[in-house]
């Protein structure tokens, strides 16, 4: 009987060690195949086309915003002038009106 328990442990032995084989050779494999899908993710390009569309658009908005202020600076600064020349030739005549003896108006 003793024998028999033997036996039958070394049986379950050898069969958990061609398991544990059979476990590793089939990681290894995994592990492998995992490497060469990397592999093709990391060498294949990128679908940019849709980014560089969204960026494209971006940068054309900014643009226009862009375009929009400049144009709306430059109306104002052409205000502020004409609005500066009234004034400089209203203290032109006060002075020369000054000069003259004349009452200022």
């Given at each position: 009987?003793?024998?028999?328990?033997?036996?039958?442990?070394?049986?379950?032995?050898?069969?958990?060690?061609?398991?544990?084989?059979?476990?590793?050779?089939?990681?290894?494999?995994?592990?492998?195949?995992?490497?060469?899908?990397?592999?093709?993710?990391?060498?294949?390009?990128?679908?940019?086309?849709?980014?560089?569309?969204?960026?494209?658009?971006?940068?054309?908005?900014?643009?226009?915003?862009?375009?929009?202020?400049?144009?709306?600076?430059?109306?104002?600064a052409m205000q502020i002038i004409v609005t500066a020349d009234s004034k400089v030739r209203?203290?032109?005549?006060?002075?020369?009106?000054?000069?003259?003896?004349?009452?200022?108006?």
């Amino acid at each position: 009987m003793a024998k028999e328990i033997t036996s039958s442990v070394e049986a379950l032995e050898a069969e958990a060690q061609r398991i544990l084989e059979e476990a590793k050779v089939r990681a290894s494999e995994i592990t492998l195949q995992a490497r060469e899908e990397a592999k093709k993710i990391v060498s294949s390009p990128l679908p940019l086309d849709d980014i560089e569309r969204e960026c494209d658009k971006i940068v054309d908005k900014a643009r226009e915003d862009a375009e929009k202020r400049i144009k709306d600076s430059q109306h104002k600064a052409m205000q502020i002038i004409v609005t500066a020349d009234s004034k400089v030739r209203g203290v032109i005549e006060r002075v020369v009106d000054m000069v003259r003896g004349e009452k200022p108006t």
